[in-house]
Structure formats: structure tokens, C-alpha cells
Nanobody, 124 residues
Framework: VQLQASGGGLVQAGGSLRLSCAAS????????MGWFRQAPGKEREFVST??????YYADSVKGRFTISRDNAKNTVYLQMNSLKPEDSAVYYC????????????????????WGQGTLVTVSS
């Protein structure tokens, strides 16, 4: 099983980026797929996840980021609008095959599979 993330780059504040994460593996159909990010010197933090038909967001990105998933392609997307310099980080996609309780979906330790990370830099 592999997660391949793409779509990062350099953008000015107020701009937009769209991240993609494709999961490979013929029998891999994770219930949870989402995104975390890690800025230099900081811990990895939750950004957003899609779990079945539900979507969850960190308070810091609500109203600006939108997560979506194409089940046929086993791909999750993160549309990021109105980007701010504080959104700059390496963004990691994550997946978990089996369902867990809602209270655990924002914990990095709940996810079994991780992508390689894609760098997002927002200039002021």
C-alpha cells in the first residue's frame, strides 16, 4: 500500500492550491483518508479527514479548506483557498483501513499509512 501526495508549491497569501493523494493497492479501501501538516519546529497537526460520508476540519482551516474523495480512484483531495502564511508546512496524507470512533480521527496515531509529504509555502 502506498499513498502518493502531490500538488504542493509556492503561492501568495490569499491564493489557492489543490492537493491530491492517491492510494494504491488493489484491495486497499480505507475508511478514513485525510491530511495532516507539519511546520518547521512544530508537531504534526490535523488538518482534515473524510470518514465514510463525514468530513472533519481543524478550526484553523474551516471555511477555507475543502476535502473531497473520489472512491473510484481511491484518491483524496484538499482544496485550499484563502491561504495564509501560517498554512505553510509539509502536508501529509494519511489513511486508515478500518473505522474508528469519531473522537480519534484527529489523532495522527490513528492512521496506519502515510504519504511522503508535499511542501506548501505561502508567501506574505
Amino acid at each position: 500500500v502506498q499513498l502518493q501526495a502531490s500538488g504542493g508549491g509556492l503561492v501568495q497569501a490569499g491564493g489557492s492550491l489543490r492537493l491530491s493523494c492517491a492510494a494504491s493497492g488493489s484491495t486497499f479501501n480505507p475508511y478514513h483518508m485525510g491530511w495532516f501538516r507539519q511546520a518547521p519546529g512544530k508537531e504534526r497537526e490535523f488538518v482534515s479527514t473524510t470518514s465514510g460520508g463525514s468530513k472533519y476540519y481543524a478550526d484553523s482551516v474551516k471555511g477555507r479548506f475543502t476535502i473531497s474523495r473520489d472512491n473510484a480512484k481511491n484518491t483524496v483531495y484538499l482544496q485550499m483557498n484563502s491561504l495564509k502564511p501560517e498554512d505553510s508546512a509539509v502536508y501529509y496524507c494519511a489513511a486508515r483501513q478500518n473505522r474508528i470512533i469519531t473522537g480519534l480521527v484527529k489523532r495522527a496515531g490513528s492512521y496506519d499509512y502515510w504519504g511522503q509529504g508535499t511542501l506548501v509555502t505561502v508567501s506574505s
